[in-house]
Nanobody, 127 residues
Framework: QPQLVESGGGLVQSGGSLRLSCEAS????????ITWFRQAPGKSREGVSC????????DYADFVKGRFTISRDNAKNTVYLQMDDLKPEDTANYYC????????????????????WGQGTQVTVSS
């Protein structure tokens, strides 16, 4: 059964760092584009960062550029999101999602394109 499991969330002070992991199982995640999304209380879910299957094509939302770094280890079926210089406005539930068929980060934040979703991991940044 295809599954994505996020981990690594927690409580951190403003300016701190966290590394999220998204581990895939039950499908060949190596050929899927993986994207991180987040949803804060009372807000719509929004795209954060995307990484294509080979890890060459990467994109970030403007509000995380220069602070977050996405990477993947296909041998471990895992995608990472290194989050540095965290701000209170980064507080949200972070989800990873996988889509096939488009092996780039083109139109990566259109949520309807994603086949598999994780349950999310909570990130809370205190001021």
């Amino acid at each position: 059964q295809p599954q994505l499991v996020e981990s690594g969330g927690g409580l951190v002070q403003s300016g701190g760092s966290l590394r999220l992991s998204c581990e895939a199982s039950g499908f060949n995640s190596r050929i899927y584009t993986i994207t991180w999304f987040r949803q804060a209380p009372g807000k719509s879910r929004e795209g954060v960062s995307c990484i294509a299957p080979r890890g060459v094509d990467i994109d970030y939302a403007d509000f995380v550029k220069g602070r977050f770094t996405i990477s993947r280890d296909n041998a471990k079926n895992t995608v990472y999101l290194q989050m540095d210089d965290l701000k209170p406005e980064d507080t949200a539930n972070y989800y990873c999602a996988a889509r096939g068929g488009i092996h780039t980060c083109t139109d990566e934040f259109t949520q309807g394109n994603y086949l598999y979703w994780g349950q999310g991991t909570q990130v809370t940044v205190s001021s």
